[in-house]
Every structure is written in structure tokens, then in C-alpha cells.
């Protein structure tokens, strides 16, 4: 299967059978990044992380009383 990376439009080629051709196959709505860029965006991520500055909002989860 044919990928396009959706950060550098760089064009890969994945098995047919693997699981994220098969994700990519059953829900259009999921996108494909290269490892390259998956790599670069967690050292930004864990750099931004370690300096301070950088707060990540998580979902606030309500205790269910039920």
C-alpha cells in the first residue's frame, strides 16, 4: 500500500497486512506520518515538556456516582 506523509508529503510504501494499513484502510479519517516526522515531533514535544513552559490540558474526568 501507498502512504503520503501528511508533514513532508514524502511517499512510502507499507504492507498490506500490517495494522496501520488496515487502520488507514477502515477509518479514512486516521492520516499517516512517517516515522521520521513521528520521531521529530516527540523530541519537540518531550524538549517542550522539560523546559516548563509547555502545559498539556487533559480532559477533566468527572467521578461517576452512578
Given at each position: 500500500?501507498?502512504v503520503?506523509?501528511?508533514?513532508?508529503?514524502?511517499?512510502?510504501?507499507?504492507?498490506?497486512?500490517?495494522?496501520?494499513?488496515?487502520?488507514?484502510?477502515?477509518?479514512?479519517?486516521?492520516?499517516?506520518?512517517?516515522?521520521?516526522?513521528?520521531?521529530?515531533?516527540?523530541?519537540?514535544?518531550?524538549?517542550r515538556?522539560?523546559?516548563?513552559?509547555?502545559?498539556?490540558?487533559?480532559?477533566?474526568?468527572?467521578?461517576?456516582?452512578?
Amino acid at each position: 500500500m501507498r502512504v503520503k506523509c501528511v508533514l513532508c508529503d514524502k511517499i512510502e510504501t507499507i504492507e498490506d497486512e500490517s495494522p496501520v494499513a488496515k487502520r488507514l484502510r477502515n477509518r479514512p479519517i486516521h492520516t499517516y506520518m512517517c516515522q521520521h516526522c513521528d520521531e521529530r515531533i516527540k523530541e519537540k514535544t518531550n524538549l517542550r515538556l522539560e523546559s516548563g513552559n509547555f502545559r498539556l490540558y487533559r480532559p477533566k474526568t468527572n467521578g461517576d456516582d452512578w
